[in-house]
């Protein structure tokens, strides 16, 4: 593995690079800045996010973290966070390293997120960190989570451990963004997701609906539903398309790992869903939630209740209460919740300033028509002060179609 700074290329480092003060916080003065050893550790940070990364779906509702063991240059233990009640990411990568007969003693760590310090489904990462001898702990982001939050750092300086912070904490903010926001305010993530025409329809103006975009960026879609906890849609999409909402190969084959198939949420005031839908009715039908109004026909909800699970809500002008139901989702553990139309759907979710980020696919094409369905629909906004702005955006090429994903910036 090099360690030879000037092999590390790329965009991240050059930015980390730039707001080289603020990730130096916990590092000293500025003075004694060591360029060298910083670029070794943007290039070992890199390579533990990539590890991290590899828990893509998997870890909810627990981060997706990776480490590394450095020695002498040298990478000697790997590892990442598999599934919750799993071992942590730091304890695979001190495993790894004995695996191969190396003793981690006198070694770096470098981890995505500031290691656990208590008790939870597994023990404390601190403990291990200490007793395996490790000399220098560097790490990506602090932990979030109020149970651990800082006192990781403490812990390892009082066992006179080198600690340094923020290193490519950006990266990592971004990975975990769904479950930052999940392990403090216990609600979860919501994306709006929308593939539309590059004139913002998602339809014909008669109803007809097919994949607008081309396969690449419906692979992107697909990674993205498996990254999540759950993906809701109203009940007018299912009863257009009659979807199945599970991350599937274009052949229909799910995504890995069926095992954890996301939660299907159907938004259903008035229990419509027909008890032959896609949702209701196949094999994946133990991740079906259905969120009918406290208003609902009593038959229909018993009948649907025999085949999915079914919760019944308050409602909020006639519709479900959205706040409840982000609220209910989040007890439940679920840290993120990928909105899929339909537009009215979607425009429930922003209106309310409930949405934290959109994806927005645009395909080259241009369907027309004035009363053809759009991405986003609702009552819109009445004057300029009530228009959504978004932040933190990013425009990318997928194929032929544009992709957009960006936070809202309420
Ligand atoms: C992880 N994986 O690699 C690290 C985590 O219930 P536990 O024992 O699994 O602890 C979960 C907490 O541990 C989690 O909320 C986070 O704050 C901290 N660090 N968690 O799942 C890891 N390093
Ligand atoms: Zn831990």
């Given at each position: ?13 050059t930015?980390d ?74 304890i ?10 190396i ?17 939870g ?18 790490m ?15 812990l ?18 971004r ?10 305010h216990?609600?979860?993530w919501?994306i709006?997701k ?9 339809a ?10 081309g ?14 906890d ?45 008890l ?26 018993e ?14 002008n ?48 241009i369907?027309?028509g ?13 004057n ?27």
């Open positions: 593995m090099a360690t030879n700074p000037s092999a590390i290329k790329g965009r991240e480092q930015d690079l730039r707001r080289l003060p603020k990730s130096l916080e916990t590092a000293g003065h500025i003075e004694n800045f060591d360029a060298r050893q910083h670029a070794c550790d943007v290039h070992w940070m890199r390579l533990a996010l990539g590890l991290a990364r590899k828990g893509w779906g998997r870890t909810s509702p627990n981060p997706m973290v990776g480490a590394v063991l450095v020695k002498a240059g040298k990478l000697i233990g790997k590892g990442w966070h598999k599934r919750a009640g799993q071992p942590h990411a730091e695979e990568a001190l495993c790894d390293a004995e695996s191969k007969g003793s981690p003693e006198g070694s770096m760590l470098y981890v995505t997120l500031e290691p656990c310090s208590t008790h489904r597994t023990p404390p990462c601190t403990d291990a960190i200490i007793a395996a001898g490790i000399k220098r702990v560097v990506a982001t602090v932990d979030p989570n109020p149970r651990h939050s800082g006192r990781g750092i403490d390892l300086r009082h066992a006179s451990i080198e600690v340094i912070t923020g290193c490519l904490a950006h990266s990592a903010e990975l975990n963004e769904s479950w930052n926001h999940w392990i403090l216990r609600t979860p919501v709006v929308a593939a539309m025409t590059l004139d913002g329809k998602i014909t103006v008669n109803g007809e609906s097919k994949w607008i975009t396969p690449l960026a419906r692979a992107y879609s697909m990674r993205i539903r498996r990254g999540v759950a993906v809701l849609v109203g009940i007018n999409t299912v009863l257009a398309d009659n979807p199945s909402l599970t991350p599937h190969h274009p052949d229909g084959t799910i995504l890995p790992p069926a095992s954890r198939l996301p939660k299907r949420v159907v938004l259903d005031t008035h229990a419509r869903t027909p032959s839908a896609r949702l209701v009715s196949d094999d994946h039908r133990d991740s079906t939630l259905i969120v009918v109004g406290e208003n609902a026909p009593h038959r229909r909800v009948s649907l209740s025999r085949q999915v699970t079914v919760w019944s809500a308050p409602l909020q006639g519709r479900i209460d959205l706040h409840w139901l982000l609220n209910r989702l989040g007890e439940e553990e679920i840290t993120s919740v990928l909105v899929e139309g339909g537009g009215e759907v979607n425009a429930s979710f922003l209106a309310n300033k409930l949405a934290h980020r959109v994806v927005f696919l645009y395909a080259p094409r369907l027309g004035r009363d053809a369905p759009k991405s986003v629909a609702g009552l819109g906004a009445g300029w002060h009530e228009v959504l702005k978004l932040t933190a955006v990013k425009w990318r090429r997928i194929g032929p179609d544009l992709l957009l994903s960006a936070r809202l910036a309420y």
